[in-house]
């Protein structure tokens, strides 16, 4: 098989090689028919989606086995140059024409080289009690990855302490973090609720571990500081939202949002441990952007039962605010298509300027911007959609999930307060 080598992006705003051991096959642009691939915080890793036409005959002089790699090259302004591991070869299929000789069409999924780390291998090791828990996390990264080979992870600092010894009884990394994510306090954040993901973020594949809040209430480290319009005189602006849609709230999850009684045992005094948090004890916790949480006050501490095992509250307490924070920012999420660049991704805080509809509002102010969705949004996931250079469409799309947990000034007096309200990050004010 003839090699070429990888190039930066000389034609359009990407290219796609492929790897076969030592050779490396760059496909033209022209027979990508789509690619796209998805970095999300609350997903350990990046996944994706490639089918083009095979001009290179790879069914004939491959064939795939399963070690083969993809080299993703693109951007507007910079180059960042991703490797994937070819995950699944999903169908090989024959074009339009009839002929035995002609090209077919291949289709597969690739995953970041975290994945099977994450998921396939099983590890026997224990800790001493009293060890932070950041620390568990980097030696999982640091002696069971070779992520910290890679690029340096990102790691929001922990002080809480296993009180016991924590044993890792043949886990997969994924499932001790899992474990660890959910009972840990974040240094800077001070609340529970670790997320553990990779992303794009310095023009490289980045390993995250940061709590919620820490990404919530970001002071301009991962901040896009140009603020981002629905209209604009300049079609290409690059902070153009194209598209949008709004998924609202779903009932079904009212029931954990709402609060509940949950239960643990201490073995040496034999004491049950039972502890009541509400939607009211989660809300104050959590940092909102905006001035309003999304609902009133719908505590219930009769809503939910859950028997966790635990012997501290403290523990009870950090795995419900796990839970509770990551299924309550899902219940104002926005879908927004924009034109590619490489500047997002997952973990970003951005800024809306939302006009609005209405002149004024109830109050009496003039509203000049949706008083409820204008402001800052948390980036959750991001979709880098590329199509080839035979489509008449834009080669290179994003489609961002923001995250809304909080409006910004309604005029409505029903919702609960924020407590603790995040700060506009754009380099403009966009009015009040």
Same mark, same amino acid.
């Given at each position: ?8 992006? %000389? ?22 028919? %789509?690619?796209?691939?998805?970095? %999300? ?176 209430? %970001? ?48 073995? @040496? ?72 660049? @490489? ?65 910004? @000034? ?23």
């Amino acid at each position: 098989m003839a090699g070429t080598t990888t190039t930066a992006v %000389d034609k359009g705003v990407f290219a796609v090689t492929l790897k076969f051991g030592d050779d490396l096959v760059q496909l033209d642009t022209e027979d990508v028919i %789509d690619m796209y691939f998805i970095e %999300d915080i609350f997903k350990l890793s990046i996944t994706g989606k490639l089918i083009f036409y095979d001009k290179y005959n790879f069914l004939e002089l491959g064939p795939f086995t399963g070690n083969e790699q993809i080299i993703i090259t693109y951007g507007k302004e910079t180059d960042i140059n991703l490797i994937f591991d070819i995950w699944k070869v999903n169908e090989i299929s024959m074009t339009l024409s009839l002929e035995s000789q002609s090209f077919g069409m291949i289709e597969l999924f690739f995953v970041d080289p975290s994945f099977q780390q994450y998921a396939f291998r099983k590890y026997s090791r224990s800790w001493a009690e009293n060890t932070e828990v950041s620390v568990i996390m980097s030696d999982i990264l640091t002696n069971m990855t070779t992520l910290t080979t890679i690029n340096s992870p990102e790691i929001e600092t922990s002080n809480y302490q296993i009180p016991t010894p924590f044993i890792m009884p043949y886990w997969s990394p994924q499932q001790a973090l899992n474990f660890l994510m959910k009972r840990a306090v974040g240094g800077k954040s001070g609340t529970s609720g670790y997320l553990c993901y990779n992303n794009t973020n310095y023009d490289r594949m980045t390993t995250n571990i940061h709590t919620l809040d820490y990404l919530l209430n %970001d002071e301009g480290k991962y901040a896009d500081q140009d603020i981002y319009v629905f209209s604009s005189e300049n079609m290409s602006e690059p902070n153009k939202i194209l598209e949008w849609t709004v998924s609202g709230t779903d009932k079904l999850a009212h029931e954990f949002l709402r609060g509940g009684k949950f239960r643990g045992y201490d073995w @040496e005094t034999k004491t049950l441990r039972e502890v009541e948090r509400k939607y009211s004890d989660g809300v104050d916790d959590m940092i909102m952007l905006g001035k309003k949480t999304l609902f009133p006050d719908i505590s219930d501490v009769y809503s939910t039962a859950m028997n966790l095992g635990e012997k501290d509250e403290e523990t009870i307490n950090n795995i419900f605010y796990s839970e509770w924070s990551q299924r309550y920012v899902l219940q104002n999420v926005m879908n927004v298509t924009l034109y590619g660049n @490489e500047k997002r991704f997952a973990g970003q805080l951005i800024e809306i300027q939302w006009p609005s509809s209405v002149d004024i509002g109830e109050s009496g102010k003039f509203k000049g911007f949706n008083l409820s969705y204008k402001g800052t949004y948390l980036v959750k996931s991001i979709t880098h959609s590329f199509v080839g250079s035979q489509s008449q469409q834009e080669p290179y799309l994003q489609k961002a999930v923001l995250i809304k947990n909080g409006y910004s @000034e309604p005029d409505v007096d029903t919702l609960y307060d924020s407590v603790k309200v995040k700060k506009t990050v754009g380099s403009q004010s966009i009015g009040s």
